[in-house]
């Protein structure tokens, strides 16, 4: 059997290394080519893309979907959707997703590939269902992580529920590069033997064994991989195409037109040795075996990085490294992926800066600690769990039970606002309430934004927690990690 090929160029490559700021206007130049290359799927939309654009580069992100699949005929368009909370970073309420993944099918995608951070498949239930009713293809996710509750039995059971919702494709999303090339083949053989269901591997450069991991996947049976056209992969991103095509037996090899993506590969060489060399660094472009032993994925590794040096503190980041597995054990081993790495990362941080483990707890570990984001991997500690929440208990219920209907409110607010023209635009006010605003205010005026403008990863808006010391309200910024997801 042949592997099918998913790119990620124009969505987790350029998240992963330049923060996502490649733009729009980057990207159709090359879009008809890259079309014409003969992948399964090219994965552009969703993750950061959504955010990234509205909030630094001005660009509408329903456009830039629009653009796209004007000129990407023959190629599967794919998006990551993170659940219930779709491209955002919490729980929005059901009529919401609903009308999200209606549009986001409506404007070109064909693939949706769909995760919860920790795994807790009721999370996936409404986005699942709506975008098998609008005729999609749904990927569903494992997030992959290493833990002792992380077991084969664990990610088989997570199979066995994604495939009662309706999923199509088992993704194993290994965001942090930490899947070996034996354990990613055991699990490709157990979860086709055991389900009969095409599976799809997806994994990061980050700790270095990525093109092995593919061979093994390969020879194993995997039926998609996930690369990016060199130079802009490898590192924190997805394998180079180029190198995994080299890599593979011939007989499993899929053919693919080579001359377009050297075109392609050209192409991206040249930018990324101009308009957006000061976006790269070694930090992201090279592996870091560490990670394999911390888990701590590249965009997080940079949010830790960020939050000490704005503290003066830069000196305590082993600590903090040393920290964050403790911290994740103490939370019932979370994997460390939107938005639980922030989450777990920044109390890391806090545990290192204030001198005694726990002194304050964040906002959103307690919202973890009673369920709002869903059910925790393993057990938390009982005795951090009476500290935080005292004789409260975690709710049972999916967290988006709680939430009550969004779409009129946002629809209703805009309209008074005198913003907004269309059903997407409503809907990115409702997902990112505190930028869409100023956004569509610019767009609507026509005022243009400096199109050569790149914003570094240092200029990222933070992620915003409260934290209570003393009984005093004090709020903690948390930079967005450009990280896979």
Not at 10 to 39: C, K, N, V, Y
Not at 215 to 225: N, P, S
Not at 420 to 436: K, M, N, W
Request: charged share 25%.
């Amino acid at each position: 059997m042949v592997v099918k090929i998913i790119d990620t160029t124009f969505r987790d490559a350029h998240q992963s290394l330049m923060a996502t700021r490649l733009r729009t206007g980057d990207m159709l130049p090359i879009a008809e080519l890259m079309d014409s290359i003969g992948f399964y799927s090219m994965e552009v939309w969703g993750g950061a893309t959504f955010d990234v654009p509205i909030r630094y580069l001005r660009e509408d992100p329903w456009v830039r979907l629009r653009e796209l699949r004007s000129r990407i005929k023959r190629t599967n368009l794919q998006m990551l959707l993170r659940g219930q909370n779709l491209v955002g970073y919490r729980h929005y309420p059901d009529d919401v997703v609903e009308a999200f993944v209606s549009k986001a099918y409506e404007n070109g995608i064909d693939v949706f590939r769909v995760f919860d951070a920790l795994n807790d498949v009721r999370n996936l239930r409404v986005s699942v269902r709506k975008a098998k009713e609008v005729g999609a293809v749904v990927q569903g996710c494992i997030s992959y992580t290493i833990s002792p509750v992380h077991t084969s039995q664990y990610y088989l059971k997570v199979v066995e529920e994604l495939l009662s919702l309706g999923a199509d494709i088992i993704t194993i999303k290994d965001m942090a590069g930490l899947i070996s090339p034996v354990a990613a083949a055991e699990l490709i053989k157990e979860i086709k033997s055991g389900f009969k269901v095409p599976v799809n591997l997806h994994t990061h450069c980050t700790g270095g064994t990525c093109v092995a991991v593919y061979v093994e996947a390969v020879r194993a049976g995997v039926d998609y991989i996930d690369t990016a056209v060199s130079p802009l992969a490898f590192g924190t991103a997805q394998p180079g195409i180029q190198s995994v095509l080299h890599a593979l037996p011939k007989d499993l090899r899929p053919e693919l037109s080579m001359k377009p993506l050297h075109e392609v590969s050209k192409y991206l060489r040249r930018l990324l040795e101009g308009k957006y060399r000061r976006l790269l660094n070694p930090f992201v472009t090279l592996p870091n075996p560490d990670v394999l032993r911390h888990q701590i994925p590249g965009g997080m590794m940079s949010n830790l990085v960020a939050q000490l040096r704005q503290a003066g503190k830069l000196e305590k980041l082993e600590e903090v490294l040393e920290e964050v597995p403790r911290v994740r054990k103490d939370l019932g081993y979370p994997p460390l992926v939107t938005p639980l790495s922030q989450i777990v990362g920044t109390q890391a941080v806090m545990n290192v800066l204030l001198g005694q483990r726990y002194k304050v707890v964040i906002d959103e570990v307690k919202k973890y600690m009673k369920g709002l984001y869903g059910r925790p991997p393993g057990e938390i500690d009982p005795e951090l769990m009476r500290k935080v929440l005292g004789d409260e208990k975690p709710i049972e219920a999916r967290p988006a039970d709680l939430l009550k209907p969004g779409l009129s409110k946002c629809r209703e607010e805009l309209r008074k606002l005198s913003l907004g023209r269309s059903e997407e635009d409503i809907l990115t006010y409702c997902l990112f309430p505190d930028v869409a605003p100023e956004f569509l205010r610019l767009r609507d005026s026509g005022i243009k934004p400096e199109s050569e403008e790149v914003v570094s990863e240092g200029e990222l808006k933070p992620l915003r927690l409260k934290v209570k010391v003393g009984g005093l309200e004090y709020v903690v910024d948390v930079e967005p990690s450009s990280h896979g997801s």
